[in-house]
């Protein structure tokens, strides 16, 4: 139950995009590589087949999310940058485990996995927002 639950809720990517929207690429790359390996230390999940792929997307996520931290976009839209990048990167690494290392994750896993995550999605599409608006309106006052 708990593996379908994180591939509906995507629990570790809201902090990750977060983190890159409010410390920057640096902090937010380091967490988004690291993350998936605690989580897997402590939880056993993502599952030892998936880790790396997620260690990856959630270090994209947060590369990317950094990067666009001072860009003038609204911040819905560097979210769904972030989102796509992540995931075109991680199908990118999961057709090359597949396709060149023999992998036993099968490249459609990605579509099915946006299907499965789109609940995820638009929470974090509201949620980031959100919070980068309340945060930073607190930090003013």
Excluded: W
């Amino acid at each position: 139950m708990g593996t379908s639950l994180g591939e509906i809720f995507l629990p570790m990517h809201l902090p990750i995009i977060l983190v890159g929207l409010l410390a920057g690429p640096y902090a937010a790359g380091a967490a988004g590589l690291l993350s998936p390996l605690v989580s897997f230390a402590l939880t056993g999940m993502p599952s030892s087949v998936m880790l790396p792929f997620m260690m990856i997307e959630l270090c994209v996520y947060g590369i990317c999310a950094g990067l666009l931290k001072d860009v003038k976009l609204p911040t819905i839209a560097k979210v769904l940058i972030a989102q796509i990048a992540g995931r075109l990167v991680r199908a990118g690494a999961i057709a090359v485990g597949f396709y060149v290392f023999d992998s036993v994750v099968n490249p459609t896993v990605v579509f099915t996995s946006i299907t499965a995550g789109i609940f995820g999605i638009i929470i974090q599409l509201v949620i980031i927002p959100l919070a980068v608006y309340r945060l930073k309106e607190a930090d003013n006052e």
